[in-house]
Nanobody, 126 residues
């Protein structure tokens, strides 16, 4: 059973940066990819970024391109999301997820992911 634990959320001013981490436990991670999603109050959960565990290919939602960077450390079974130039509209609960079924990179649907973390709050003040 894979367990995912996010950390690194918090309160930051607009224009600032945060780095989120997602640690996977429950054995050596052998899934295809991992991703970040976010959900703001009153809104649907939305895809943020995805990274393939092997090779490190990445894919981003348009609204974070150039500002966010997804990465992973295979040795530590940990994924990261470096968020720069944060905006108030980035305020949301950010969750990481693991996909053991799909090898493609252009997968944005939450239903494609098998395991989820509990989420970490990111609040950007104006």
């Amino acid at each position: 059973q894979v367990q995912l634990v996010e950390s690194g959320g918090g309160l930051v001013q607009a224009g600032g940066s945060l780095r989120l981490s997602c640690a996977a436990s429950g054995g050596t991670f052998s899934g295809y990819a991992m991703g970040w999603f976010r959900q703001a109050p009153g809104k649907e959960r939305e895809f943020v970024a995805r990274i393939r565990w092997s090779g490190g290919s990445t894919y981003y939602a348009d609204f974070v391109k150039g500002r966010f960077t997804i990465s992973r450390d295979n040795a530590k079974n940990t994924m990261y999301l470096q968020m720069n130039s944060l905006k108030p509209e980035d305020t949301a609960v950010y969750s990481c997820a693991a996909d053991f079924d799909h090898a493609g990179i252009y997968i944005t649907a939450a239903r494609a992911y098998n395991y989820w973390g509990q989420g970490t709050q990111v609040t950007v003040s104006s």
